[in-house]
């Protein structure tokens, strides 16, 4: 059981809508590596956790490409993509990229100290490999595809055709591609990365998400339908000491 988030198996938003996230065999040769990105020591315990029963189960239809996204501002979405794509990075996955689409908001690049010159919106709307769009972070084994020099208009550009096509072009070139994306109860880029990706994990804080909204949330995603591949509740507080709650 995790300290800093939880994946939650289950859900409960209401007696009749549960969101799931089906249990499967995990990878033994998974480790729980500390990931060191910028400036931030993620613990792996609860990104290992996330990456076996969501990222790899052992099946041939395992997700390659899936959209992290909070139901409001401040659940802490990019911190848990971080974690996630550093742990696949960690355990030999690579290559791995993270794609900042959170163009309201963008935080990747100061998080993982990556420059910003140019990133998505200039892949949408230049050519050139998608690659070059893309910053290595510490190695070869991680990237960043930062936002790029974003316009009023640049969130548009995640319904296009263009989209697709570039998205597709980074499934060839990396291994797994995980994308921080806005809140859902505020705009709808989410929504239009999920017709493109495998599926999406939805990121809810505890103690301050409202039960309401993360049924409005979960209602939006299955009526477009958009897999939902799991939930994890972030910031979650124990009233017990550290080193006693592990042992539990």
């Given amino acids: 059981m995790s300290r800093n988030f939880q994946l939650m198996q289950q859900l409960e938003i209401d007696s009749s809508l549960a969101v799931t996230e089906a249990s499967a065999p995990v990878r033994p040769r ?7 990105l910028g400036d931030n020591r993620w613990a792996s315990e609860e990104a290992l956790s996330l990456v076996q029963r969501v990222i790899l189960p052992q099946s041939d239809r395992s997700p ?11 659940d802490g979405c990019t911190g848990v993509c971080t974690a ?25 690049n100061s998080t993982l100290g990556a420059g910003n010159h140019r990133g998505l919106v200039d892949a949408l709307r230049k050519e050139g490999p998608i ?21 009023v208009d640049s969130a548009n550009l995640l319904s296009s055709e263009r989209a697709r096509e570039r998205f597709a072009e980074l499934r060839e070139e990396f291994s797994f591609v995980v994308i921080d994306a806005p809140p859902l109860t505020k705009y709808t880029d989410a929504l239009a990365l999920g017709q493109i990706a495998d599926g999406l994990v939805l990121i809810l804080e505890a103690e301050t ?14 009526s477009s339908k958009i897999p939902i591949l799991g939930a994890v509740l972030n910031k979650r507080k124990f009233p ?6 592990k042992l539990l």
């Fill in 240 to 245: 017990i000491p550290a080193p006693i709650y």
């Fill in 64 to 74: 390659r490409m899936v959209v992290f996204t909070g139901v409001n501002h401040g």
């Fill in 131 to 151: 690659r070059s769009f893309a910053n290595p972070v510490g190695s070869e084994s991680l990237w960043l595809l930062p936002c790029g020099m974003h316009a």
């Fill in 84 to 108: 996630v794509a550093g742990t696949l990075a960690a355990n030999g996955l690579a290559p791995i990229c993270i794609v900042e689409a959170n163009f309201r908001s963008p935080s990747l």
């Fill in 209 to 222: 998400t409202r039960r309401e909204a993360a049924q409005v949330a979960v209602t939006t995603l299955r």
């Fill in 30 to 36: 998974l480790e729980e590596t500390p990931v060191r």
